[in-house]
Structure formats: C-alpha cells, structure tokens
C-alpha cells in the first residue's frame, strides 16, 4: 500500500516534493563533474559526453519500460503465492507512462524521481571504467541497467515487492529499508560498475610487470571536490524526496533528512582527511572527495530515522571504508577504477543499508518486530550480491562478446577525446604526457 503520508497533489506539500525532485539532478551533474576530473585531461570531454549520453539513455528506456516494470507501491503489479503468501516480483504498470496520472499526485511524482535516479545509477560504471569504456558500449549498457536491472530491484524494495514484504509476510521490521536509494541506485550502480571493469580489464600502465598498481593522477582536483559540493544540495533533494515519496516519512521529518545527510557527509570527509594524512604525510584531496560522497551514499538508507549520532557515527565509518576498499580492490583485486565509484556507492551503499538494520528508529514498526530489521537489510544485501551482481555481469559478459566495452589499445593511446570526439577539451595544453607512469 502506498504510505498515507503522500501528499495530495496541489497541495503545498507536493509542491515542496516537487522542488526537492528537481535539486536531484544536481547530484547527477556533480558526479558527472567527478568522473571527468578524477581521469586525465586527454579524456574529459569524452567522460561529460558520456555521462550526458547515459543520463539520456536512462531516462528514455526508463519511459519506455523500466517505470512499468519497476510500478509503484499500491497500484498493480504480478504476484505469486508463496508458502500461501503473496510475493509481488515485478511492476504491472503499462510501457510510455501510460495511465500514469499526470496530476501532481504522488505517482507521477515517484515516476519523476526515479527517471532521475536511475540516470545517477547510470553514472556510477562510467567513472569506474574511465578512459577505456566506449562511448555506444555505455550506452547500450545504460539500456540493461536502466530496463531491467535497475528497475526490477527498485520493483521489490520501493514498488511494494518482496522485499518490502518481508515487514507483512515474517514481521521483519518495516521490510527492507532504503529510503533515499543505498542500494536500489548506488549498490546497483556500484556492482554495475566493478561488472565492467572486470570484464573490460585496467587501462595500460596501471600495473607494472610484477603486478603493483601505479598511480595515474587525476587531472583536475577543482572539478572534483566543485562536484562534492554540487552532489551535496543534490542529495538534499534526493533524501528528502524519497524520504517523503519512498519512505513514507511525514514532512516534519525533512529538517532532521537535512541534518543527518550533511552530517555523515561531513563526518566521512573528516576521517578520510585523517587517515589519508596519516598514512600519506598530507591529506589526499581524490580520497576525502571519495568519501565524502561515500558518507552521502551511505546516509541515504535511512536518513528520516537516524538519530543525528547514528548519521555522524555511519558517515565516520564510510570515510574509513572508502579510501580503504579503494586501496584493497586495487592491490589485491587488479580493480582500476579511476573514479573509486565501486567503493564509493557499492562499499558504501551496502555499509549504509546494514547499519541501517542496527541504527534506524522506525516509529511505526511493530515492537516485536522492530528488533529483526537488521534481517530483513541483510536479506536485501544478499539479494544485491547473490542476484543483481551475478546479473550485471552474465549481461556485460555476454554484451563484450558481441560488442566490446572497451576502445582499442590505440584509441586508448590516443584519448579518448581525439578517438571518439575528434577533438580534446583542451586544446591549447600539451596534455599526453605519460611521464609518471613506470618505464
């Protein structure tokens, strides 16, 4: 059932709703931003091009089918019976909108927030595999993710599916809990991610002979940390409107939305800032702008139910996790990911969507239930790693025998802005030097 507290349309609240969905592509810009600033200056207009492609791309197949597969909790949907329990596994909603009311009302609201949404999970694999990812192989990607994947996870935690049914059919507190998208948009989009960078593969020097990471710097630390503060009034936006249009949370809720969002933020940047000082002599900017998305990233499970200490307490721990997972993935896994993307929404999300199961106060959860929450997150997380990834991969795997994601060796020697665009983004500068990467 759709929460009580959704707003009428035309009433004030909606209008508010309706600001809040239109500061969320800011938070797509400022990761759009990151990703070009993260690679190196041969391939930036290639990485904004691409992430303007891929938003594109999303939010057309998401018009198309994923919204009808995706639906809305309330309205119609497939269910099978299970165990004599009804288990809704996919939306029944009609393709192109149809039959959405185009009203104000919370429907066309939810539909409005999530063609934004699953364009920022779209996002997150092109920073990942910067400067070797193709500019139509993202965009045929973007088509997976955005019509089935995405929307099919989304089904079961935001569309009334199973697993927002696990609160109803075995008293596991509210069901699965994410109200700002921790893991329907940035787990997914953080698996999607180290999908098509194992199958695509590190870009050339990376890795030495013996196997040891090089570091490739990224071109422009400006853009990167202009993006943090771009993606911050983003996630204002997109935590408060799924607050209120996902999680059923009533509109005195937002102040604390804004709080605890800002708080984990900063509480990530304050730890990577720490740790990267301690372990480097002199605090990383890359690293404590990763975290700092990483700790907004890990806010948004459960935002409108955290005391302001939890969020302090999640976003502390997501700027540990982050600058670490990033240097685990690629010592130990060979994982080049430019941006950090996959510790920054995948590590994150997931860490977020657990400690909400520990931390989260739900005022409307049965006292006998209330205390299984962290179950029901923990089957949601099994669900993104025992599905959604293997998923992700078998699709790309199968897409990169028939179309490969990644450019050829000289394409990649050339950039990627010359290749693919013809042109550089700056070309005034010489940019191709290669003098920091191992002879």
């Known amino acids: 059932m759709m929460p009580a507290s959704l707003p009428a349309a035309e009433s004030p609240a909606a209008a508010l709703c309706v600001f809040l969905v239109l500061l969320v592509p800011l938070a797509a810009a400022g990761l759009a931003i990151m990703n070009a600033g993260m690679g190196r200056a041969r391939s930036a207009a290639h990485a904004m091009l691409v992430s303007l492609s891929v938003v594109s791309v999303a939010a057309l197949v998401y018009f198309i089918c994923g919204f009808a597969f995706q639906g ?119 698996l999607a991610a180290l999908t098509v960078v194992w199958v695509a593969g590190a870009r050339p020097g990376k890795y030495t002979a013996s196997g040891l990471p090089s570091a490739i710097p990224a071109h422009n630390a400006v853009l990167i940390l202009l993006g943090c503060f771009l993606s911050w009034v983003g996630w204002l936006g997109l935590n408060c409107a799924g607050a209120v249009l996902l999680g059923g949370a ?5 102040p604390l939305v804004v709080l605890n969002t800002t708080l984990s933020a900063a509480a990530a940047l304050v730890m990577a800032v720490f ?29 409108p139910f955290l005391a302001p200490a939890a969020a302090a307490a999640i976003g502390l721990a997501a700027g540990a996790l982050v600058p670490l997972s990033i240097e685990w993935l ?19 999300g997931i860490w977020g969507l657990l400690a909400a199961g520990m931390l989260a106060r739900l005022p409307d959860a049965q006292a006998g239930s209330s205390a299984w929450q962290w ?34 060796p000289a394409g990649e020697q050339e950039g990627m802005d010359l290749h693919e665009l013809g042109a550089d983004a700056y070309p005034e500068f010489v940019i191709h030097s290669e003098s920091f990467l191992p002879r």
């Open 72 to 190: 809305i909790a309330g309205r119609g949907a497939h269910v099978v019976m299970i165990g004599g329990k009804p288990w809704s596994w996919i939306g029944g909603e009609r393709f192109f909108f149809r039959g959405l009311p185009l009203d104000g009302s919370p429907p066309i609201l939810i539909a409005a927030l999530q063609m934004f949404s699953v364009g920022i999970a779209a996002l997150v694999p092109i920073g990942s595999a910067n400067e070797r990812y193709r500019l139509r192989a993202a965009r045929i990607s973007t088509v997976f993710l955005a019509g089935l994947t995405y929307p099919l996870f989304a089904h079961w935690v935001w569309g009334g599916g199973w697993l927002a049914q696990l609160g109803m059919n075995y008293h596991l507190g509210r069901g699965f809990l994410d109200t700002g998208g921790a893991g329907c948009i940035h787990a997914v989009g953080g």
């Open 250 to 254: 009533d509109l005195g809720r937002l």
């Open 330 to 348: 690629e010592f130990h896994l060979g994982v080049d990911d430019p941006s950090g993307g996959i510790s920054v929404h995948g590590v994150a």
């Open 275 to 303: 740790i990267t000082g301690a372990r480097f002599g002199r605090p990383d900017a890359s690293l404590s702008a990763n975290a700092w998305i990483g700790g907004l990233v890990a806010s948004s499970a459960a935002a």
């Open 375 to 408: 179950l029901a997150q923990i089957v949601g997380v099994a669900t993104l790693l025992g599905f959604v990834l293997p998923l992700s991969y078998g699709l790309h795997w199968l897409m990169n025998r028939f179309y490969p994601l990644r450019v050829s």
